[in-house]
């Protein structure tokens, strides 16, 4: 018992050590030995494996510090990358794509903005090369209309986005083996009032309608549910851009995105500021 309290505590502290490292990471330094006038990097393995590990480099904080430390490193990146946009286009893309896997829709809203650009200093054509690598995005920011979608549930419901009359409607991207998904679903089930104030619309990622009906019924879940057997290639998960379980979307009356909780703590925090 000595041994297992003694091994627990190592784990513990070591924990501790790696937060305090992460609150002690400097962007600055970290990237000072990055030539970005080079444009090889966006074809070298080293700067895609430093890029993926600047990624991770807060992942020990909570998620308020990992967004705030994040935006600020992301901007001594795109700083530092301004100098030559091609590999300014290449670190727009890598976070793009990093941050949406990881549901820091915080941080990918913030990357839509062009971080560290001022007006005037990019021609036409980079301007365009770059809304063509952020329009996917772009279509699914807070504030943008949320794209239609027409459909029949898993039990036979024809089910029109746009002719919903709901105040509130949660859009949930989920995988019927993701645990995670099950216990955000169980939480919007048990904490909101889906028969009036809320209406639930899924899409799921399973091996077959059978298991989707089944994990549905089994959770006790009402709203309106899709599978499609094209899974990540069907056109709710590539219109809504989805590259990770669980994404959700809240949507107000008129179909704008208002939020992309990460999880149950952040739709309820978010709730309870617009009551």
């Keep these: 018992m000595k041994q297992i309290k003694k091994s627990i505590l190592s784990v513990l502290f070591l924990l501790v050590l790696v937060g305090l490292k992460a609150q002690d990471f400097s962007p600055e330094t970290y990237w000072q030995d990055v030539d970005f006038n080079d444009t090889a990097l966006v074809s070298s393995s080293q700067f895609s494996k430093k890029m993926v590990d600047f990624l991770y480099q807060y992942s020990c904080c909570d998620e308020k510090s990992f967004d705030s430390l994040s935006i600020a490193g992301v901007g001594v990146i795109l700083g530092k990358a301004k100098v030559n946009m091609r590999v300014y286009e290449y670190a727009i893309d890598f976070l793009l794509n990093g941050y949406n896997a990881m549901g820091k829709s915080q941080i990918v809203d913030y990357l839509l903005t062009y971080p560290m ?16 690598i952020t329009e ?5 920011k807070v504030g943008e209309k949320a794209p239609d979608f027409s459909g029949i549930t898993i039990d036979g419901k024809p089910y029109h986005l746009y002719d919903s009359e709901a105040k509130n409607i949660i859009v949930f991207f989920w995988s019927a083996d993701c645990e995670y998904c099950h216990d955000f679903l169980t939480d919007i089930r048990k904490k909101l009032d889906l028969k009036s104030d809320y209406e639930l619309v899924t899409f799921a990622l399973a091996d077959d309608v059978e298991e989707v009906q089944a994990t549905v019924k089994k959770m006790r879940l009402s709203g309106y549910h899709f599978y499609d057997e094209q899974r990540w290639e069907s056109k709710p998960f590539l219109d809504y851009h989805i590259t990770s379980t669980p994404t959700v979307f809240l949507l107000d009356q008129e179909k704008t995105i208002v939020c992309k909780p990460y999880d149950w703590y952040e739709l309820k925090l978010y709730i309870n500021r617009n009551k």
Excluded: C, H, T
């Design 117 to 132: 650009l001022f007006e005037g200093e990019i021609s036409v054509a980079e301007g365009l090369r770059l809304d063509s």
């Design 136 to 140: 996917p995005y772009q279509k699914v």
